[in-house]
């Protein structure tokens, strides 16, 4: 089977990791409970991995995909009048393919942010449509963590959002594909930057980070998931086969297998955005925080490279500077990018502009 070169696309494009592939086997053996129903059932375990993580309040809900966590999550908390307010780069908003829209029927209000990252201020002028029946009503303020500009939110940044959303009868979600990352970043625990400042829904990732499917919805209040099992039945994200999922997420909760591969990820990346700051033709264009580095690159190198390692131009229109036109690149590395790897395309980059 041809297989891609290992490149920087993105996380997402790696395979499974052995530990997770390794549980994948283990539990493929006999009947056990479908759905997730039964009190041995493997499901139980991983929510127990959750609540050590989360705390206990919590109620954990398993889907197939990232998509299905923030649509479903975030449309179990409003109504299709109400409104959802994000950066305009969210994959709520850029890479859902208009599900938001379709399967909650509401308005996502954008905020154009250079970094990805919003704050209370940016949401202020949204809330003078609150109480007025002629425009959608501001409830979910939903953030991306890691956002997909790279860069990391702070608990203390966190916090001044939940706050500010819970004053003004709103909520925050947090579309955690990356939080593993964000959680190294931040030298931190998962704690720190949802249960302890006030997240009220949290999608989990882990197909980023070494799983092979399946991810998570975690509601912070119980009263607030009520119901929740049907909106994921009817939204056709009810895994019969719901081991699968539980025994992905009880190994990665497990001796910190999160942790070792969120930080092969983010340190491969410090790596690649230091040899890239040493190259005079190429410029680190936003905070390299995790396990992604977007940089400036001269156009008519980019097709070049991604011959030998292919990765994503974020920004089309190229930026003319010095005489140079130069595009900005998005630059992932993942639970298995190796230093080959990077000084192999560092090696490159260097040959080709001589």
Same mark, same amino acid.
């Given at each position: ?75 179990? =908390? ?13 994959? =709520?908003?850029?890479?859902?393919? @208009? ?114 499917? @399946? ?37 990665? =909760? $497990? ?45 008519? =190198? ?35 990018? $190796?230093?080959?790897?990077?000084? @192999? ?10």
């Amino acid at each position: 089977m041809d297989t891609i070169k290992k490149g920087f696309a993105s996380d997402n494009w790696s395979g499974v990791c052995p530990e997770i592939m390794d549980a994948l086997a283990e539990i493929n053996t006999g009947h056990i409970f479908a759905y997730g129903e039964g009190e041995e059932e493997v499901s139980q375990l991983a929510y127990r991995k959750f609540k050590e993580h989360f705390g206990k309040d919590i109620k954990v809900y398993f889907v197939y995909n990232g998509t299905a966590a923030n649509v479903l999550g975030v449309g179990h =908390l409003i109504k299709s009048y109400q409104a959802i307010v994000a950066a305009h780069t969210a994959h =709520l908003n850029e890479d859902e393919c @208009g599900a938001p829209e379709k399967f909650i029927g509401s308005k996502i209000l954008e905020i154009h942010t250079t970094n990805g990252k919003i704050v209370p201020s940016q949401v202020a002028p949204f809330l003078t449509s609150i109480g007025f029946q002629h425009h959608s009503q501001p409830k979910v303020i939903s953030i991306s963590q890691v956002t997909e500009m790279g860069t990391v939110y702070t608990p203390e940044e966190i916090k001044a959002l939940a706050d500010y959303a819970h004053a003004n009868n709103m909520y925050l979600h947090m579309d955690g594909a990356r939080i593993s990352n964000s959680v190294v970043a931040l030298d931190t625990d998962f704690r720190s930057i949802t249960t302890d400042v006030g997240v009220d829904v949290l999608s989990f990732g882990g197909t980023k980070n070494g799983l092979m499917f @399946g991810e998570v919805v975690i509601f912070f209040n119980k009263d607030l998931a009520r119901d929740f099992e049907y909106a994921r039945k009817q939204g056709m994200q009810l895994h019969s086969k719901m081991r699968f999922i539980a025994s992905q997420f009880t190994r990665y =909760l $497990t001796d910190n297998l999160w942790k070792k591969n969120a930080t092969i990820a983010n340190n491969m990346t410090k790596r690649l955005a230091h040899k890239i700051s040493e190259i005079p033709a190429l410029k680190v264009s936003q905070a390299v925080d995790a396990n992604g580095v977007f940089v400036l690159i001269p156009s008519d =190198l980019i097709p070049v490279l991604q011959e030998k390692y292919f990765f994503h131009v974020w920004n089309e229109a190229p930026i003319l500077e010095n005489g140079i036109a130069r595009n900005e690149v998005r630059l992932m590395c993942s639970w298995d990018t $190796t230093e080959e790897d990077i000084d @192999g395309f560092i090696e490159l980059i260097k040959r080709i502009l001589g």
